[in-house]
């Protein structure tokens, strides 16, 4: 839409403001002929002598202020609309915009399929932090499959503007990722119908998105990368507690003992590691649970640290270690939640203890045990030749002339609940692994870090009246 000598507005929401502040400055802006920039649930001066360009995402309240825009006499507020959405547009919405005065001053009018923040060039985020109180809040029960819907429309819109098409799988574990699995493919397959071609390639079609909840790692979101020890004498290093571990590889025989200096840190800091030291020991008794909370001094916390179970971990209930938890139910040692990494890789990642069930490595070398992360549409046949692969990577948030293909295969990983961002750098690792045949993105609905995650925890027992959320 853009015209030499000619200048326009530029309108967006809330949404769309954030998916365009990540990935353009002001003075992109500027260099497309956009004079001004406005906010389209904020007051704003008539300019009837120039058009607009409309930068919203599909919902009832910024559709409704759009169509308010043309609704004045004996002008309206601009000469004429460029409409884009960044997500496709609900039917009732769109009938109720041709139905409009709008209808008869649109020159464009298009879905241009942006729902999600580029946060890094393998990393995005779908920019919905409230998504993890209303998947894992009690009270919140009546959103969930709302919820769902919301978030399998993004990560399809993700899929469909990479040009991908992937084979589907998901982490067993709760009600949750089999549930957005199954959403995410019937939402695929409708964008397929629209776009046949979408995910064709001779290594495209070995493309998967692997989802998985935040629930069966809930260790990566409580350390951040190079977390050190406190550095007293004999205190284990957050990582340790982790592994049930030293840096040495001896078994952490008395933990309890080793973290009562720890209690003396910041609150959060506290919470940290009793969530660590609950976590290897599975669950600790409520005799137990009380007397860690009464000598941390965090008893205003105490509901925070038992929100764990709400995301399916054990909190109250003594038996075998996390690790051992996990290898049970995988068949295999313990580390093997590491997503079983190569040694080089799994080294590098318990610098910051990697991505508990990221299963990165294992995907792409067609190791994932079928039964844990079972498939939900059908996986292309494996080929023992491999074409050639393109070294582009597709690097959304770079502007570009034309849309970039990537030839070769995607391994698209979406967490619920958030990302930590060890899993962040444990995608850049594994697509070096490869020698980028495969190139690795990851993403959720927004990034943690320890803090984060805590504040996640911290709303999961409370009514929505009593929270402000995200």
């Not at 995410?184 to 964008?191: M, S």
Request: charged residues 20%; contains cysteine.
């Amino acid at each position: 839409v853009k015209k030499d000598g000619e200048w326009k507005v530029l309108i967006m929401d809330h949404p769309s403001m954030r998916i365009l502040s990540s990935c353009c400055k002001m003075s992109d802006i500027l260099a497309e002929g956009i004079t001004i920039v406005e906010d389209i649930n904020k007051r704003r001066e008539p300019i009837p002598s120039l058009e607009a360009i409309y930068l919203l995402s599909p919902t009832e309240k910024s559709v409704q202020a759009l169509i308010a825009d043309f609704r004045g006499t004996p002008t309206f507020t601009y000469k004429a609309a460029h409409v884009f959405f960044t997500d496709t547009c609900p039917e009732p919405l769109f009938s109720e915009l041709g139905r409009s005065r709008l209808a008869k001053v649109v020159k464009t009018l298009k879905e241009i399929h942006l729902a999600f923040l580029p946060y890094e060039a393998q990393v995005f985020s779908l920019d919905a932090p409230h998504s993890t109180y209303n998947l894992y809040c009690p009270f919140r029960v009546g959103e969930r499959a709302r919820q769902i819907e919301a978030l399998a429309q993004q990560i399809a819109t993700l899929c469909a503007t990479l040009q991908e098409y992937p084979a589907i799988r998901y982490r067993k574990w709760g009600p949750h990722p089999n549930a957005l699995a199954h959403a995410v493919l019937a939402k695929l397959n409708a964008f397929k119908a629209d776009n046949p071609s979408l995910g064709e390639g001779p290594e495209k079609t070995r493309s998967q998105l692997l989802i998985m909840d935040r629930g069966s790692d809930p260790v990566s979101p409580l350390l951040t990368l190079g977390w050190p020890s406190s550095g007293i004498a004999g205190l284990p290093a957050p990582q340790d507690l982790a592994m049930g571990s030293d840096a040495e590889g001896e078994k952490i025989k008395d933990a309890m003992k080793l973290i009562v200096p720890v209690l003396l840190d910041p609150a959060y800091d506290k919470i940290r590691v009793l969530l660590l030291y609950i976590l290897l020991r599975n669950g600790v008794s409520e005799e137990n649970l009380a007397k860690l909370i009464q000598h941390a001094n965090v008893q205003a916390h105490s509901s925070l640290i038992r929100n764990l179970e709400q995301l399916g971990g054990t909190v109250t209930n003594p038996g075998v270690c996390w690790q051992q938890a996990v290898g049970s139910e995988t068949g295999q040692k313990a580390n093997v939640g590491m997503g079983g990494l190569p040694r080089r890789v799994r080294a590098w990642c318990l610098g910051g203890w990697g991505a508990g069930a990221f299963g990165g490595m294992d995907a792409v070398e067609d190791r994932l045990d079928r039964k844990l992360w079972p498939f939900v549409s059908a996986p292309a046949p494996t080929s023992s030749s491999q074409a050639a692969v393109s070294a582009r990577f597709g690097h959304w948030h770079k502007n570009k002339a034309g849309v970039e293909t990537r030839a070769g295969p995607r391994l698209i990983i979406y967490v619920l609940g958030g990302v930590a961002m060890s899993e962040m750098r444990a995608a850049y690792e594994v697509t070096r692994a490869t020698d980028g045949k495969w190139e690795v993105l990851i993403g959720s609905s927004h990034i943690l870090t320890p803090t984060r995650f805590l504040d996640d925890l911290k709303m999961l027992d409370q009514k929505l009246e009593d929270i402000a959320l995200p």
